[in-house]
Nanobody, 124 residues
Framework: QVQLVESGGGLVQAGGSLRLSCAAS????????LGWFRQAPGKEREFVAA????????YYADSVKGRFTISRDNAKNTLYLQMNSLKAEDTAVYYC?????????????????WGQGTQVTVSS
C-alpha cells in the first residue's frame, strides 16, 4: 500500500513558478514508478511527468517539456514537481500517483495509488 499527499499548489501569475510536493507512506514507495497527472475542469486526467524508481529516467508530456522538472527523494519518501514559466493552460488539479510495476508508463490506468490532488491556478 502507498498513501500519497500532495501540497504546494496555489495561485500564481503567468510566467511564475510553483513547486509541488507529494509525501508518501508505505514500503513500496522507493521501488515504484511515480507520476504527476493533472485534470482541468471538463477535461480528462492527463499525464504530466513520470520518474523511474531510481530517478534515472524521466518522461514528460510535450506540453510541459522544458518547463517542468520531476524529481524524487527516496530517503524522504517525497516526489516533487518544479513548475516554471507557468501558463494559464497549466491550470488544473495536480495528482501524484504510484505505479508498482517495473516499467515507466504514462497511462493513468497503469497507476495503482493516487493522492487527493492539489489545485494550481495560473492567472493570465
Amino acid at each position: 500500500q502507498v498513501q500519497l499527499v500532495e501540497s504546494g499548489g496555489g495561485l500564481v501569475q503567468a510566467g511564475g513558478s510553483l513547486r509541488l510536493s507529494c509525501a508518501a507512506s508505505g514500503r513500496v514507495f522507493s521501488t515504484s514508478t511515480l507520476g504527476w497527472f493533472r485534470q482541468a475542469p471538463g477535461k480528462e486526467r492527463e499525464f504530466v511527468a513520470a520518474i523511474s524508481w531510481s530517478g534515472g529516467s524521466t518522461y514528460y508530456a510535450d506540453s510541459v517539456k522544458g518547463r517542468f522538472t520531476i524529481s524524487r527523494d527516496n530517503a524522504k519518501n517525497t516526489l516533487y514537481l518544479q513548475m516554471n514559466s507557468l501558463k494559464a493552460e497549466d491550470t488544473a488539479v495536480y495528482y501524484c500517483a504510484a505505479d508498482t510495476g517495473t516499467a515507466v508508463r504514462t497511462s493513468r490506468y497503469k497507476y495503482d495509488f493516487w493522492g487527493q490532488g492539489t489545485q494550481v491556478t495560473v492567472s493570465s
